[in-house]
């Protein structure tokens, strides 16, 4: 973990698919990291006090499934929804790249003049992980802070003899992929707010 980070006077957060349908326990299994939802309304904060642009994705499961537009999952949870105004960019998708979405995330970026993003939400190994690796590899300089995320066990497949990880095993590889490989620094919530909060008193 890096010890030593600086936060760009236009660093954008990407707060993606922070929706109710997570909280179905029974549907998607043991998750990790209960603190996420509040590291992720620190950084909220932090960055609308600073008055640094935030991105909201949210993510339209196609029918049937738990994040459908037509069901209550859809919705972002509610402290997201409550600090909703504050976004300067609301994408929706349907896969895990929140670049390939509406409106097109990088045009904005692009438009924006933004080079720095910092990817929190859900989940820690999918969307998460996916945006960030595609933003490492468009040249952005990315931040993810893990304890601003969270994912659920996974298993390669149904039956008993099936390779399974834990949702904290998950984020551990999510970690060491996107830093050992280069894509992204891993930091933590306070790291981000403390120095957001430093800059802004400076």
Known sequence: MTNKIEIAANSALLVID???????????????????????????D??????????????????????????????L????????????LHVVKSVNSSFYGTPDLADWLTAQGIGQLVVAGIQTNMCVETTARMAGN????????????????LAAG???????LTADQLATATAVNLQG?????IVTTAQLVEEVRVRADA
């Not at 929706?19 to 998607?28: L, N, P, T, V």
């Not at 149904?158 to 399974?164: I, Q, S, T, V, Y």
């Open 18 to 44: 922070v929706q109710k349908g997570f909280d179905d326990a029974a549907f998607w299994g043991p998750r990790n990291n209960p603190a996420a939802e509040a590291n992720i309304a620190e950084l909220m």
């Open 46 to 75: 932090a960055w609308q006090e600073s008055g640094r642009p935030l991105v909201l994705v949210q993510h339209a499961s196609r029918p049937g499934g738990a994040l459908a537009p037509d069901l209550p999952g859809y919705a």
């Open 77 to 88: 949870k509610d402290f997201v929804a409550e600090r909703a105004e504050q976004a300067a």
């Open 138 to 153: 468009l040249g952005y300089d990315v931040l993810v802070p893990l304890d601003a995320t969270h994912t659920f066990d």
């Open 158 to 164: 149904p039956g008993p003899d099936a390779p399974r």
């Open 181 to 185: 490989g280069g894509f992204a620094r």
